[in-house]
């Protein structure tokens, strides 16, 4: 009984761990994010900090730091709620939570890169 117990909650922590995906956000690899953000005039956001923004980022992309949340609300705002949103942060971590609060906030379509900015080919070391 013990093992059925410890095998449900080690269960439904492995599902609560994976990252939630719904029909507006979707995860891309860099190979497509690369591809996507290339082949298009895309809106392509940084939600790091203007320091770590300062230190490196992908070409043309906006800084919009997740952090400060009315200028992120502001920002965010001033943008097309129906053309796709590309995002990114260090890792992915704050992309994805800045996916969800672009959600709320009517965004349809956002596309957030998986290991963020530490796993882009070109960026600064």
């Given at each position: ?85 590309y995002l ?38």
């Open positions: 009984m013990k093992n059925i117990i410890l095998f449900m909650a080690l269960f439904g922590f492995a599902l609560g761990a994976t990252a939630q995906q719904s029909d507006a956000i979707k995860t891309l690899t860099v190979t497509a994010f690369k591809k996507a953000i290339k082949e298009d005039k895309v809106q392509l956001v940084d939600v790091r900090t203007l320091e770590e923004f300062k230190e490196g980022a992908i070409e043309n992309a906006l800084n919009i730091d997740y952090f400060e949340i009315e200028k992120f609300k502001t920002e965010f705002g001033k943008l097309d709620k129906d053309k796709p949103i990114y942060c260090r890792s992915g971590s704050r992309s994805q939570k800045a996916a969800a609060r672009l959600e709320t906030m009517g965004f349809k379509k956002i596309f957030d890169l998986k290991g963020g900015y530490m796993g882009w080919p070109e960026r600064k070391q």
